[in-house]
């Protein structure tokens, strides 16, 4: 029997958090990675998907140095080149880059 995992778990879990992490990191040095991640994973698994974005999305406007157009810029150098460079595998795949738009 197939055990049918949530699209939450799928679409945006803590090793996506991470990587979006470490993605945003190399757009901006400054950037601090491990309290990204610890503030948005905190109580992960209780949250719905539309939740796990917008804790990832709070998380995002926390952590970074700077707002406004700059933060803007920094996300979306963050951003991997195509769909195959993200190991987008489903249409599905591209959940962990909506807070990036929320």
């Not at 595998?89 to 591209?94: A, C, K, Q, V």
């Amino acid at each position: 029997m197939t055990v049918k995992v949530p699209l939450k778990e799928t679409a945006l879990n803590a090793e996506r958090i991470a990587r979006i992490g470490r993605e945003v990191h190399s757009a901006c040095p400054e950037f601090d990675i491990d309290s990204f991640v610890k503030s948005v994973t905190a109580d992960l698994p209780r949250l719905e998907l539309s939740a796990r974005i917008a804790r990832t999305s709070e998380g995002l406007h926390a952590h970074l140095p700077v707002t406004g157009p700059d933060a803007l810029d920094i996300l979306l150098r963050s951003l991997p080149p195509t769909p195959e460079a993200a190991g987008v595998t489903n249409d599905f795949g591209l959940h962990i880059y909506s807070p990036h738009s929320d």
